[in-house]
């Protein structure tokens, strides 16, 4: 169990650099005026979200597995609940990042900097929130 919690929260730290880093690019992008800026930014976005898909499914795989172990613990917990809403607006995000990607890639970007500043800080929230509810279990 702790090998797979292991490499649970490895592939999660890894997803998370990516949710980080990926809408990043999405500012860096809408603020450029440079035509060749924002086509390497728009590779620099698909890029990453290929590489980071892979570890969000395998951070939640790695999830469900734990829980399949010991369902009578994880499933009566209302913390894991409250974890799994997050985890589950986490994913929601980054399809909506991999939408963004998509529309930067076909010219199709419609948010400005300032959109993407605010987007960039989603995720922040969701880590506190969901390494709270794992590590103190509050209910």
């Not at 292991?6 to 650099?17: E, G, L, P, S, T």
């Not at 898909?53 to 597995?65: H, K």
């Not at 969701?126 to 209910?139: M, R, S």
């Amino acid at each position: 169990m702790l090998w797979l919690k292991a490499f649970h929260i490895i592939f999660v730290v890894c997803w998370f650099a990516g949710l980080f880093y990926l809408p990043r690019i999405f500012v860096y992008y809408a603020a450029s005026e440079q035509q060749a800026v924002r086509e390497q930014l728009a590779v620099m976005a698909r890029k990453l979200y290929r590489f980071v898909t892979p570890f969000m499914v395998i951070a939640v795989a790695l999830g469900i597995v734990m829980i399949a172990m010991n369902p009578d613990y994880y499933l009566a917990a209302r913390w894991m609940w409250l974890k799994l809403g997050g985890v589950a607006c986490l994913i929601v995000y980054h399809i909506i990042c991999g939408r963004y990607v998509r529309a930067i890639n076909d010219h199709r970007n419609q948010h400005n900097h300032v959109f993407y500043r605010f987007f960039n800080e989603v995720p922040v929230l969701f880590l506190f929130a969901i390494v709270i509810l794992a590590i103190v279990k509050p209910f």
